[in-house]
């Protein structure tokens, strides 16, 4: 499983899908939803949440997109139940709280940090300064 807002589909975010997917099995993404990723961004995303999970969808990689909860976003965990649950590699979570959810869950999933591709270029907040966002 990956989890995130995905507002701009980026070479970045193909190379987080595929990384997942050569982890085995489904590869379950989990797009936020538009109250959560104004929340944890500071800003609105430009394309809905219904936008962005369906362009989520469209991935080859992908197996399954979602939307996330409002709120606590580790409550899909729950639902999803994922094996591996892939962060991106400048994902912000709190791991404590992370396992400790895991934890209390009864959960066995393991939390794997994804490597950048090219985080040079293919950032979201760079590629939306180049563009005037």
């Known amino acids: 499983m ?3 807002t995905f507002d701009f589909i980026h070479p970045g975010h ?14 379950v993404v989990v797009v936020s939803r538009d109250s959560s990723a104004e929340k944890t961004k500071g800003k609105k995303p430009v394309f809905s949440e219904i936008e962005r999970l369906e362009m989520v969808a469209s991935v080859r990689y992908v197996d399954s997109a979602r939307l996330g909860n409002p709120g606590d976003w580790f409550l899909v965990l729950c639902e999803v139940r994922p094996d591996v649950l892939l962060l ?3 994902q912000s979570v709190d791991k404590e709280a992370l ?3 895991l934890e209390k869950n009864g959960l066995k999933t393991r939390v794997v940090r994804g490597k950048g591709f090219e985080t040079y270029k293919f950032k979201s907040s760079i590629l939306k300064k180049h563009v005037g966002l």
């Open 2 to 4: 990956v989890a995130g």
């Open 14 to 27: 193909l190379d987080l899908f595929r990384q997942a997917k050569d982890l085995g099995g489904e590869l």
């Open 88 to 90: 991106g590699y400048d």
């Open 99 to 101: 396992r400790a959810f």
